[in-house]
């Protein structure tokens, strides 16, 4: 039991009289409106698609009638007559409409009393904040026979997962025109699907780069019409990175994407010498993602390029991301580098090398970004764990950017967030020509969309935004992945 809850008491026939009352109030939200959706099953867009009600009659989001009535029915049930009450009958009448943010207060009044069945029948009424009346009804209940007096039981935490940064990304990129995509190897159905979906939301034309014959036997085999979609011959994998590769290097494809061939055997392509997509930068990963309990978007880099990236590799790493954080709209980027403890230990690389790439961003070798580090997870993402170890830093507890030690944290940390924190993630190769887009067997299509959707903005971004081949000052070049 827990002594915290609420008492519950109810009141049994003999005790309840003519005229008698109880109400309760309760402020209506738009989760509360999407929560009942999602439990009767009721996406009436009149609830749920601000832009849909912005037509409809009342211009805004309004919440479902049987909601507010439930609050009539939690007065009977808890208050009069109170746990052990059996609901008969009700008849309803709604007056106006209920909004986000209305408090309703809803209150029953005992009218009738029928002794030989020992029940009750009470008017009804639920008024917004304004005393405006928005239900009107009668209920007729069988009240208990036995008293009863107990803790209310704890109720569960509830989460709505939205996903409101992905949404954004999905918004922004779709506005323009679809770019024309070289699609490696597109041999699964994960990989044809996402191809697929991203064309039908406007964001890329596929262009299928790989074995005929495969590709459509694949196509037929699960039920996929591809017959809209040119088909770019490969004999194999590699001949299908090289060519998509070729593709965008000769400008008839703006983005590349990875199909069902082993990342390394694309990359292989893309850093040739000679035919690939290399600029002055290093390839890196980022991720893009939504995590339903950060107020915000994170990036976490890198989880899938650099293995055990050095100094330097870790000075292009953030830079590339500090790029990306700007094209997203995040003018001034704070960004943790991620160790085990925040202190400096020279026994322990990461925290080395977080306190010199501090220092290269003080003397303005890395830009656009507020660095801090070395920072434990915890302390970056969290003020209030920060605040109990006695941190003082402009990024633990708001950073935007997590920049981990190696790729082995990076993917797990990457990983945890997706599949125990309900996050979706988009990813993005940065640093080539063009961004490449890799997406997992494991994403849903909200992910492989977003994926998509960030590699179009990022294609449709300033090139001066994009360029950031001198952000980082370093002497030689930048070391090919």
Known sequence: MDITTELLENRIFDDIALGDSASMTREITLDDIALFSVISGDINPAHLDAEYAATDLFHHIIAQGVLTAG???????????GPGTIYLSQDLRFLAPVSPGDTITAAVTVSEKIPQNHRV???CACRNQHGALVLQGT???????????????????????RHEHLRTLLS???????????IAHPCDETSLLAALEAARAGLITPILVGPVAKIRAVAAARGLDITALRIEPASHSH???ARAVELVRTGRARLLMKGSLHTDELLHEVTAAQTGLRTGKRLSHVYVMDVPSYPKPLLVTDAAINISPDLEDKAHIVQNAVDL???????????????????????????????????MAERG??????????????????????????????????ADILVVPNIESGNILAKQLTFLANADAAGIVLGASVPIILTSRADDARARMASC??????????AVNMSGADAVNMSGAAKGA
């Open 365 to 398: 070798q890395i830009t656009g970004a507020v660095l801090d580090g070395p920072l434990a997870f915890d302390n970056a993402i969290s003020a209030t764990a920060a605040a109990q170890k006695s941190i003082a830093s402009p990024v633990a507890g708001l």
């Open 172 to 182: 922004r990129a779709s506005a323009g025109e679809p770019l024309p995509t070289a």
């Open 71 to 81: 609050l009539i029915s939690a007065v009977l049930g808890t208050k009069l007559p």
């Open 325 to 359: 954080a700007h094209v997203l709209g995040i003018a001034a980027p704070r960004v943790a580098i991620l160790a085990a403890v925040e202190t400096v230990n020279p026994a322990m690389q990461a925290t080395l090398d977080a306190a010199a790439l501090c220092k």
């Open 239 to 241: 001949a299908a990175a």
């Open 139 to 161: 209920a007729t209940v069988k009240a208990p026979e036995q008293k009863v007096s107990r803790h209310a039981m704890a109720l569960p935490e509830v989460r709505l997962l």
């Open 453 to 462: 959707a960030l590699a179009v903005i990022l294609a449709g971004a300033d």
């Open 121 to 123: 029948i009470l008017d």
